[in-house]
């Protein structure tokens, strides 16, 4: 499948030590898959459109160079929420040479995985795993307002991972909520949201995957001033009573 890829949606094409670790990668899946139910999506198009493809698409502007920061010799940090078997971050490691990650789960085993495969891929000198909760690390003076690029894919609904990724943003940063279906309502709502958050909710971009993979939305979140102290809610709080739409 890495053969017939459709890079050219992407408008980006891995050079050939990216390639190989893509390759790598699908085989480290598979063994720790053994060990730990990391991901279902493991072979052939699973993997290369429901794994690679889709943490990457959303990124093609940092990509390309169109946005400025990960291809250029400063530092580019990036946190994935919710990282579990590694997804959206380790593609975007590969991807984005000149990027620092840092990814978020709460479940060790997972983190502990994900940690062996990045070093067999030689991306643990730029990886950083925090073993925490959202709320926490959006609390924590080292993450708080350190991040250019925060991404969380099937994580939660949106309202919560807004609230997630927000408080992680640099002034500069932006967030990417990668969602599936996605209606003008949602993007209402959301729109309400961020602004309690003080961020703007941009223009959704949407794709259909390659190989009737489905459809996909992403949505970028930007600060328009410091996220109040107030959120992250605690542990727990996002989830159990998201954000609404002030009424
Ligand atoms: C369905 S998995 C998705 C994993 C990966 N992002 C992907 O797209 O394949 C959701 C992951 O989010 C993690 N998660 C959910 N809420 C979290 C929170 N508040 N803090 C840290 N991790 C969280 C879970 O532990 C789980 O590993």
């Known amino acids: 499948m890495s053969n017939d890829f459709p890079w050219d949606l992407l408008a980006w094409q891995p050079n050939s030590q990216q390639l190989q670790q893509l390759q790598e990668l699908q085989l480290l899946l598979r063994h720790w898959n053994q060990q730990l139910n990391l991901t279902r ?48 971050g380790l593609a975007i490691a590969i991807a984005l040479p000149n990027a620092q990650l840092t990814l978020v ?6 983190l502990e995985a994900v940690g062996a495969m990045a070093k067999e891929l030689g991306l643990g000198e730029r990886l950083s795993l925090r073993c925490e909760r959202a709320e926490k690390s959006g609390r924590e003076r080292s993450c708080r307002g350190q991040f250019q690029l925060a991404v969380a894919r099937a994580v939660a609904p949106a309202a919560v991972v807004a609230e997630y ?83």
């Open 165 to 247: 990724l927000v408080p992680l943003l640099a002034p500069n940063g932006t967030a990417l909520l990668y969602r599936g279906q996605w209606s003008a309502a949602n993007q209402a709502e959301l729109i309400e949201i961020a602004r309690q958050l003080k961020a703007e909710a941009g223009e959704p971009r949407a794709i259909e995957l390659p190989e009737g993979k489905g459809q996909r939305h992403v949505i970028p979140l930007t600060p328009v001033a410091a996220c109040p102290t107030t959120y992250p809610r605690a542990v727990g709080i996002p989830a159990k009573q998201p954000l609404r739409p002030a009424p």
């Open 41 to 88: 999506l493991v072979e052939g198009p699973d993997y290369w459109i429901g794994q690679v493809f889709d943490s990457l698409w959303p990124l093609q502007p940092w990509l390309t160079g169109e946005l400025s920061g990960a291809t250029c010799a400063q530092k580019f940090s990036v946190v994935d929420v919710g990282t579990g078997g590694g997804f959206p």
């Open 105 to 110: 789960d709460s479940v060790g085993r997972k």
